[in-house]
Every structure is written in C-alpha cells, then in structure tokens.
C-alpha cells in the first residue's frame, strides 16, 4: 500500500513549455486533490475530484488543467510554463465526504520554470 | 477575508516544554472540521489532529492537542514536552460543509524546539 505517489519529484522546465505531473493512489478513494505551496506559503488549491469524470476548479486554476478518467489518477497538465507557476506541487487524496477524513499527501514535485 | 489565520510566523520553545500555536477561522457553516497538519524541512505533510464543529471535548492524540473555542473560532494546537522533532512548519486547515471536500489552510506557523 503505497498511499499516493507523485512523479517526478523535480522537474526544471523553460518558459512555454508543458508538462504533467502524475498522481496516483491506492487506496481507493474518490476524492483527490492538486494544492501548489510557494516558498514561505500555505497550500492553495489547484483543481479536485471528487470521482472519476468529476473535476472542479480550486483557487488558484488559471494556468492549469485536469482529468480524472480512474479512480486511481489524477494528472495535472500545465500548459505553456510562467515563472510565476514555479511552486511545490502536492497532491493528496481522501476516502468521502466525512468532515472527519483527513486528507492524504504526496510527497511533491519541486518544479522551476526557468 | 482569510479563513483561516495564523499569526505567529514563527514560535520557539525549549525542549520540553510546552508550545501554542493560534489558528483563528472564519466560517457561517454550521458544520466544518478543522485539521492540523506538521511539514518538517523535508517536505512532506504529515497530519496531526482533528476537531469538529460537533465535538463537545477538545480532540487530543499523544502530545497533541486541540484547544477548540468555537465561540471565538479558535482551534489552537497545543503541543506538550515539545522534541527536537517537532521542529517544523504547521498548518491549520478548515473544511467547510458548503465547500464540499475542499480544505483551506493557513499561512502556517515555523516552530524552532531549542535544545
């Protein structure tokens, strides 16, 4: 049981040019989560789910892109890289609506846009 | 407005001793959970506590605890005979009944346990 994972851990890319980043969980829940973490900063939220084919915008989405075609992932897609997209990226998961679960991390992906 | 609010940007304390860290919120929702989440230097978001709107005792999990004023909407984490280890950055997070899943998280607090 590995929880979630993200790949990859680092990635430097150049302005306009794009990417994704993976997520994926085992432990079969249906709600996941994209949050970005600026240096210094608290987590905002990118995009979620809350069940394969269901994505909802977060806080912070411009700039960003989802799918959730399995239960299992949940890739973000950045198109044509800013600077100011250079963050920590983590990605977490829960089991249901239940305020009391908590939510589950990744360990995050480290990316500058150069 | 800020949902959520930490005003200490940064907390130290002598080993073994005990800490606060404040969490204020702000909500109209009846029904919402607040969360405690510890980030160490490598990264990584480890959760800590939970507290609901509902809970008539305040939530408690080895050296932590919650210290729930809901008439102050105040979650403040208390964390007792403070480690080394416990030298990190904390969150608090709120969800919302309105907002669905979604949590929102504060500015979080870097705590220093001097030795």
């Known amino acids: 049981n590995a929880g979630v994972t993200q790949t990859p851990k680092f990635r430097i890319l150049k302005i306009g040019q794009s990417m994704t980043l993976q997520c994926t969980q085992d432990?079969?829940?249906?709600?996941m989560y994209w949050y970005r973490q600026d240096p210094g900063m608290g987590l905002k939220l990118i995009y979620y789910?809350?069940?394969?084919?269901?994505?909802d915008k977060g806080e912070v989405p411009n700039g960003y892109n989802v799918s959730r075609s399995t239960t299992e992932d949940f890739p973000l897609r950045l198109e044509l890289a800013a600077p100011s997209q250079t963050s920590v990226y983590f990605c977490?998961?829960?089991?249901?609506?239940?305020?009391?679960?908590?939510?589950?991390f990744g360990p995050g992906t480290r990316l500058t846009v150069l | 407005a800020q949902k959520i609010t930490q005003t200490q940007p940064g907390m130290f304390v002598q080993e073994k001793e005990a800490v606060t860290l404040d969490c204020t919120y702000d909500?109209?929702?009846?029904?919402?959970?607040l969360f405690w989440y510890k980030q160490p230097s490598s990264g990584e978001m480890i959760f800590l506590i939970y507290?609901?709107?509902?809970?008539?005792q305040n939530a408690t999990e080895g050296r932590y605890s919650l210290n729930f004023q809901k008439a102050r909407k105040s979650a403040n984490l208390v964390i007792s005979a403070s480690q080394l280890g416990d030298s990190a950055m904390y969150f608090c997070?709120?969800?919302?009944?309105?907002?669905?899943?979604?949590?929102?998280f504060g500015e979080g607090t870097q705590l220093t346990v001097n030795p």
């Open positions: 977490a998961s829960r089991e249901g609506q239940s305020s009391y679960n908590e939510q589950f």
């Open positions: 432990m079969n829940h249906n709600y």
């Open positions: 789910s809350v069940g394969a084919g269901i994505t």
């Open positions: 909500t109209s929702d009846p029904s919402y959970g």
């Open positions: 507290q609901g709107s509902y809970d008539q």
């Open positions: 997070a709120m969800k919302e009944e309105t907002s669905g899943s979604r949590l929102t």
